[in-house]
C-alpha cells in the first residue's frame, strides 16, 4: 500500500476521528436546527414567495382595500385571487391585475367626518379586529390579518386616523429577518438591483386614505437606527424630515416607487405630508434578502462553531502520526525500511492535511444538506465556498503548528502545550483583545477602531482565517458593517502560519533522534 494512502487511512479512519467528526456534525445540525425552530417561533415561513402591501381606505365614502401581490423578484403576480372577510364571512372578492394591483370593495361604509365618529369608531375597531384577506395564488394559500399601521406622528393633530394595513413579505424582502414579524409596517423593499443601487419599494399610506385627497412624500437614508416614540425622536425625524428628498404628489393609497439606495445597511424614512399632518415610516433596508440572511446565520453559524472545537481533532492527528510513535521509537523502525525522514515526514504531514480537508467537505456538506431540509434555503454557492475554505484552512494551519510540535516534544510535553495553545487561539484570544480594548478605552470609545484592532489580532492567529472569513460574509451580504480583512494580509497570514512551522518542524526533524 502506498505509505501516503497508509498514512491517510490511520488519520481520517481512526476510530476517534470518525466519532469526533460525528459529534461536530451534531452540534452543528442541532445548533441549525434550533435556528429553525426561532425562526419558526417569530412566525417566518423560510419557504414564502409572495409579498403582498395592502391597504383599507375610504373610496367615495365605502371601504376599499387596495394592494399589490408581487413574488420574489418583485414582479406583480397576475391573476391571485383576493378575497375579503370579516369573522368568517366572506364579503367580497377580486383578481389581481397583470402588475399585481388589486383593488375589493367592501360594501363597508366608511365615510369620515366628525359627525359620524362614533359610528366610524364602531366599524373601525370590527374592521381593525376581525377582517382579513384570503390570498391564493399557483405557489402559496394563506391568510394576512388586518393591522394598524405603525408610524410616528411628528406634527399636526391627527386629522386622520390611522390606516388599516394588510401585509405579508416574503423571505426575499430587503429587510433584516425580524422585518417579517413586525406588525403595522406600511413598506416593502421587494427588489433591490446591485449593479444600479435601484431599490424597489411597495409604500402603502399610514393614514386612513381618502379618494380627492393628495399627500407628498420625501424620503432619507439614515444609519442604521431604532425609531421609538417621545420628544427627543420627534425632533429628530422633523430635522430629517425638513432635509429629505421628495418623491413626489400622490393621489393613491399604495404605490411602487424606485429609489436610489445606498448599498450597504441603512434605514430608509419615509414622510409623509397631508393637510399639514405629517407622519414618519421607516425600514431598514439590507444589501442581502431575509432568506440569504438566514442561509448566511443557519450555515455559518454551526461551522464557525465546528471551527472553534474540530482543532482538537488536529491535535489528536499530529498526535497519533508523529508525538506518540516518535516517543515509542516507532519511527526508527520505520527507517529500517528504504524510506527517508524526509518520505515520514512529508507523507504523514500531507496525510494530516488530507483528513482536515476531508473533515471540512463532509461537515460543510452535511450542514449545507441540513440547513436546506430543515430552513428550505437554496444552495448559495459563494457563502459554502468561503465557509468551507476559512474551516479547511483553519484546521490546515493548527494541524501545522501541532505537527511540529510533535517534531519536537514528546508526546506527554507536546499535549499540554498543544491544549494550552488551542485555549489560547481558540477560546482566550478574543476575551484578552477585549481587555486590551477597555484598558486602552479603544473599546468604549470607538467600536470601528476596535474592530479593526480585532481584526489586525487575527492575522497573529492560526485560526483567525475563520473569522475574517466570517467578517467577509457578514459584509458582502450587508449582515454587518464593519471594516473588511486586507486580502494580502489574510493570505500572508495564512501561507506563514502553514509553512513556517512545517519548515522548522522538518529541519527539527532531520536532526532529532527518534529512538524514543
Not at 391597504?55 to 382595500?65: A, D, Q
Not at 474540530?310 to 521509537?329: E, T
Not at 519548515?503 to 526533524?509: K, V
Amino acid at each position: 500500500m502506498n505509505p501516503l494512502i497508509y498514512d491517510l487511512k490511520r488519520s481520517f479512519m481512526r476510530r476517534t476521528t470518525i466519532i469526533m467528526i460525528i459529534i461536530f456534525l451534531l452540534i452543528g445540525i442541532g445548533i441549525t436546527y434550533l435556528i429553525f425552530g426561532n425562526i419558526q417561533q417569530e412566525g417566518i415561513n423560510p419557504n414564502s414567495k409572495v409579498t403582498v402591501v395592502a391597504t383599507l381606505w375610504s373610496k367615495k365614502g365605502i371601504g376599499t382595500i387596495s394592494g399589490y401581490i408581487v413574488d420574489k423578484d418583485g414582479k406583480g403576480i397576475p391573476g391571485a385571487s383576493i378575497e375579503f372577510y370579516i369573522g368568517d364571512e366572506k364579503l367580497a372578492n377580486n383578481k389581481s391585475l397583470d402588475n399585481g394591483y388589486f383593488e375589493i370593495d367592501t360594501g363597508v361604509n366608511l365615510a369620515f367626518n366628525p359627525s359620524n365618529i362614533g359610528a366610524f369608531g364602531e366599524k373601525y375597531q370590527i374592521l381593525l379586529n376581525n377582517s382579513k384577506i384570503h390570498v391564493k395564488t399557483a405557489s402559496e394559500e394563506f391568510d394576512v390579518k388586518a393591522m394598524i399601521s405603525s408610524s410616528i406622528s411628528i406634527k399636526g393633530q391627527n386629522i386622520f386616523p390611522a390606516s388599516i394595513v394588510y401585509i405579508h413579505k416574503s423571505v426575499f424582502v430587503h429587510e433584516p429577518p425580524q422585518s417579517l414579524s413586525t406588525y403595522g409596517s406600511t413598506l416593502a423593499i421587494i427588489n433591490y438591483d446591485e449593479s444600479t443601487g435601484k431599490a424597489t419599494i411597495i409604500v402603502a399610506v399610514p393614514f386612513l386614505f381618502s379618494s380627492e385627497t393628495k399627500y407628498n412624500v420625501s424620503y432619507s437614508l439614515q444609519p442604521v437606527l431604532l425609531l421609538r416614540k417621545g420628544e427627543v425622536v420627534k425632533n429628530y425625524l422633523s430635522r430629517i424630515c425638513n432635509e429629505s428628498a421628495s418623491l413626489g404628489e400622490f393621489d393613491d393609497p399604495v404605490e411602487i416607487v424606485s429609489l436610489n439606495i445606498n448599498n450597504r445597511n441603512t434605514t430608509l424614512i419615509l414622510c409623509y405630508n397631508v393637510r399639514d399632518q405629517v407622519n414618519v415610516v421607516s425600514a431598514q433596508f439590507t444589501k442581502s434578502n431575509v432568506i440569504t440572511s438566514l442561509y448566511v446565520a443557519a450555515l455559518s453559524t454551526p461551522v464557525n462553531l465546528v471551527a472553534t472545537f474540530i482543532p482538537i481533532s488536529m491535535l489528536y492527528i499530529a498526535y497519533v502520526l508523529m508525538a506518540k510513535p516518535r516517543s515509542i521509537g516507532a519511527l526508527e523502525f520505520l527507517l529500517a525500511r528504504p524510506v527517508t525522514r524526509f518520505d515520514i515526514f512529508i507523507n504523514r504531514y500531507i496525510a494530516g492535511i488530507l483528513t482536515a480537508t476531508l473533515s471540512a467537505i463532509i461537515i460543510v456538506l452535511a450542514l449545507v444538506l441540513s440547513s436546506y431540509v430543515l430552513l428550505g434555503v437554496p444552495f448559495i454557492a459563494d457563502i459554502v465556498f468561503l465557509l468551507f475554505l476559512g474551516l479547511t484552512l483553519s484546521m490546515i494551519t493548527m494541524y501545522s503548528l501541532y505537527y511540529a510540535l510533535a517534531t519536537s516534544l514528546r508526546s506527554g510535553f507536546y499535549l499540554g502545550l498543544s491544549i494550552g495553545l488551542y485555549l489560547l487561539f481558540a477560546l482566550f484570544w478574543q476575551v484578552i483583545i477585549a481587555i486590551y480594548g477597555v484598558s486602552t478605552g479603544v473599546l468604549l470609545r470607538d467600536i470601528q477602531e476596535y474592530s479593526k484592532m480585532l481584526i489586525n489580532s487575527y492575522y497573529y492567529n492560526p485560526m483567525g482565517i475563520m473569522n475574517l472569513i466570517m467578517i467577509i460574509i457578514q459584509n458582502n451580504y450587508g449582515i454587518s458593517a464593519i471594516i473588511n480583512p486586507d486580502p494580502f494580509y489574510m493570505s500572508l497570514s495564512v501561507t506563514l502560519w502553514i509553512c513556517v512551522p512545517a519548515i522548522l518542524g522538518y529541519l527539527r526533524f532531520q536532526r532529532i533522534n527518534l529512538s524514543g
